[in-house]
């Protein structure tokens, strides 16, 4: 995982839930790329033709409410999606997007920022830059552990190579 990342923008509203993330349909499976391919198909059927590798998901307030499923933040990493902004996230959701290598990043207003602008997302510093509209944010750095537990893949991964 880079630490710096530059991707285009999919652009969601406040609420978005883990059943709008990953269809409950599709929950007979553990298959990351099976997963990617129903990725938002309930919010946005035109996504997983849109999104490209790197892209960035942003939205509103409460992003991944609802059931407490890693087959989400899998399926939207799985997808290609290299980091997720919102003006907060539900509890769950962040410690399975962490937990799976996946960032996330809180951001106190979206509201300026529409599908398609291209940022560059500074993990370390915790600076988003939005290089279509020219404006700058600011997030809470991720702290060392965390910031390497997402390096490594995810929490599997990083006690695997630290032998914790």
């Known amino acids: 995982m880079a630490e710096i990342i530059q991707g285009k923008v999919h652009k969601y509203q406040n609420n978005v839930n883990t059943d709008e993330i990953i269809p409950a349909r599709y929950l007979n499976t553990a298959n990351a790329g099976e997963l990617a ?12 033709k849109k999104v490209s590798k790197g892209d960035i998901i942003v939205a509103g307030k409460n992003f991944g409410c609802g059931s407490s499923r890693e087959h989400a933040p899998i399926s939207i990493k799985a997808a290609g999606v290299s980091c997720v902004i919102a003006e907060s ?3 769950i959701f962040f410690r399975n997007a962490i937990n799976i290598g996946l960032p996330i990043l809180v951001i106190k207003d ?6 398609g602008d291209e940022l560059e997302v500074d993990l370390v ?6 290089n279509t509209r020219h404006k700058t944010y600011s997030s809470t750095p991720f702290p060392n ?20």
């Open 125 to 130: 510093k915790g600076i988003v830059k939005n």
């Open 89 to 91: 996230f539900a509890r």
């Open 37 to 48: 391919r129903h990725c938002m198909e309930d919010i946005d059927k035109e996504f997983i």
């Open 110 to 115: 979206t509201s300026k920022i529409k599908s």
């Open 145 to 164: 552990f965390l910031l390497n537990i997402i390096k490594t893949g995810g929490l599997m991964n990083y006690i695997k190579s630290n032998n914790v």
